[in-house]
Nanobody
Framework: QVQLVESGGGLVQAGGSLRLSCAAS????????MGWFRQAPGKERDLVAA????????YYADSVKGRFTISRDAAKNTAYLQMNSLKPEDTAVYSC???????????????????WGQGTQVTVSS
C-alpha cells in the first residue's frame, strides 16, 4: 500500500505560481511512477503531467507545456508539480497518483494508476 497526501493548493491570481507537493508513505517511493491529474467542475479528470520512477522521463499535456514542471525527490518521498503562469482555466482539483513500475516509463491513463491522493484545490482568479 502507498499513501499519498497532496498539499500546496490555494487561490492565486492569473499569472501567478503555485507548487503542489505529493508526499508518499508506505512503500519505497522510488519503485513508483507518478502522475498529476486535474478535474474541473463538470469535466473529466485529465492527466496534467507524469514522471518515471527514476525521474528521467516526463510527459506534459499540451495545455501546460512550458508552464508546469513535474519532479520528484526520492530522499523526501515527495513528488512536485511547479505551476507557473497560471490561467483561470487551470482551476481544478489536482490529484497525484502512483503506479508501481519496474522500468523507465511514464503512464498516461488514469486506469493505470493504483494509488491516489485526496486532491487539493487550485483556483486561479482572473
Amino acid at each position: 500500500q502507498v499513501q499519498l497526501v497532496e498539499s500546496g493548493g490555494g487561490l492565486v491570481q492569473a499569472g501567478g505560481s503555485l507548487r503542489l507537493s505529493c508526499a508518499a508513505s508506505g512503500r519505497p517511493f522510488s519503485n513508483y511512477a507518478m502522475g498529476w491529474f486535474r478535474q474541473a467542475p463538470g469535466k473529466e479528470r485529465d492527466l496534467v503531467a507524469a514522471i518515471s520512477w527514476g525521474g528521467d522521463i516526463t510527459y506534459y499535456a499540451d495545455s501546460v507545456k512550458g508552464r508546469f514542471t513535474i519532479s520528484r525527490d526520492a530522499a523526501k518521498n515527495t513528488a512536485y508539480l511547479q505551476m507557473n503562469s497560471l490561467k483561470p482555466e487551470d482551476t481544478a482539483v489536482y490529484s497525484c497518483a502512483a503506479k508501481h513500475s519496474s522500468g523507465s516509463a511514464y503512464y498516461t491513463h488514469e486506469y493505470e494508476y493504483g494509488y491516489w491522493g485526496q486532491g487539493t484545490q487550485v483556483t486561479v482568479s482572473s
